[in-house]
């Protein structure tokens, strides 16, 4: 609650984790639900395909930079054909979490997707 002196006691507690998702990154759990749900399916909607592909592609860009920016030094060693296209605009964490869960909630609308 963010109102000063509320009852605790009207409000569920958070909910508890699986101990397998403590040491785990969330960008990489989102990853690994949308890399499993189908994409290529001739009866998925467009929208569902682009937030799907947007989210996977924006997940492995910021992957990509992170690398690129753990040593920089290799990059002076790259061949020609190793060389990256002009980079795209930094987006934020929270951002690309934006991205996951919009592609989440798309696939979600479809019956097969949303059982668990």
Not at 62 to 81: A, T
Request: hydrophobic share 35%; net charge negative.
């Amino acid at each position: 609650a963010r109102t000063a002196g509320v009852d605790l006691r009207f409000f569920l507690p958070p909910s508890i984790l699986p101990p397998e998702c403590h040491e785990r990154e969330l960008l990489e759990m989102f990853k690994e639900v949308l890399t499993k749900l189908p994409a290529e399916s001739a009866d998925l909607h467009e929208c569902i395909k682009y937030f799907t592909s947007t989210a996977l592609d924006q997940y492995l860009h910021s992957c990509e930079e992170d690398v690129m920016d753990s040593d920089i030094s290799n990059e002076f060693h790259r061949e020609s054909h190793h060389i990256h296209e002009i980079p795209r605009p930094r987006i934020s964490q929270e951002t690309l979490i934006e991205y996951c869960l919009q592609a989440l909630l798309s696939h979600s609308t479809v019956d097969e997707h949303a059982l668990s």
